[in-house]
């Protein structure tokens, strides 16, 4: 089993910043793509896609946030990073880290953090 842990999320004006950090531990072969996805409380929306990163570097991201945010990680920490800037109220939302890896048939997910930017 791998458990992720987000840190990072928070109250942000428009226009501001902020860094998100998802670290996995427990068992860990090795991860293979690791990546940010976001719900917000829209009745019927679903968890969706911000950005993924594959254990070589590629990286993929939504068409709404393409631009504006970063998504990199540490292979060595087993920790992956999501770098939002000129963030907007549309990217409220709780923010969850993903992550799968080789030799392995799981999905796992962390427990979320909050993403609220606000006047």
């Known amino acids: 089993q791998v458990q992720l842990v987000e840190s990072g999320g928070g109250l942000v004006q428009p226009g501001g910043s902020l860094k998100l950090s998802c670290a996995a531990s427990?068992?860990?072969?090795?991860?293979?793509?690791m990546g940010w996805y976001r719900q917000t409380q829209t009745p019927g929306k679903e968890r969706a896609l911000v950005?993924?990163?594959?254990?070589?570097?590629?990286?993929n991201y939504a068409d709404s946030v393409q631009g504006r945010f970063t998504i990199s990680r540490d292979n060595a920490k087993n920790t992956v990073y999501l770098q939002m800037n000129s963030l907007k109220p549309d990217d409220t939302a709780v923010y969850y880290c993903r992550a799968d890896q080789w030799f392995d048939a799981y999905d796992y997910w962390g427990q979320g953090t909050q993403v609220t930017v606000s006047s």
């Open positions: 427990g068992t860990i072969f090795a991860l293979k793509t």
């Open positions: 950005a993924s990163i594959s254990d070589d570097g590629n990286e």
